[in-house]
């Protein structure tokens, strides 16, 4: 299973996670997000992003194979999708995503569903994380995403139930 961790490591010495979690380490009752009426301190915003990236390895994403094994274009971890506007949940999934050892990657939230299709199935993502009024087109593409195995919803204004299953 791919552990959860926020330090260093031989193969990934330097990483947005590990420097996140040691400045959160610094200054822990610091503000380190501002949106709208939401202020999060570092402390806050590190353990959101501990138990995001918990739950993605809970559902076994993570690295599987190391870089010493993959040519130049391959990438041995998952692919976690962020289909999210801008707000806090998007450093969030972004940062837990590579704690995790997994690779978050943005999606234009105007794409089609052709284009989303095309991005999910071209990158094998495993996992989406979306904000609820994009629900509806999550729900239209699933099934033609056959690696898309987890889905993450973030509740908005829009009121959107979970799509099914």
């Keep these: 299973m791919t552990e959860v961790s926020g330090a260093a490591s031989p193969d990934a010495p330097f990483n947005l996670s590990t420097v996140f979690r040691t400045v959160a380490e610094a200054v822990p009752d610091q503000e380190a997000l501002v949106w ?42 998952d692919h976690v999708g962020l289909y999210l506007r801008n707000g806090n949940e998007y450093p969030e999934a972004m940062i837990g995503a590579y704690r995790a050892r997994a690779i978050g990657f943005n999606i234009n939230y105007q794409y089609v569903e052709e284009e989303l299709v095309h991005l999910l199935n071209d990158a094998a993502a495993k996992a989406l994380v979306f904000h609820a009024e994009f629900a509806p087109r999550v729900a239209a593409i699933r099934d033609l995403v056959p690696s898309l195995e987890h889905l993450l919803q973030v509740a908005d204004e829009s009121g959107n139930p979970l799509p099914d299953g």
């Design 36 to 77: 709208r009426d939401r202020r999060l301190t570092y402390r806050e915003m590190d353990r959101r992003i501990d138990g995001l990236a918990h739950w993605f390895v809970e559902r076994g994403l993570g690295r599987h194979t190391p870089r010493s094994a993959l040519a130049g274009h391959e990438s041995g971890q």
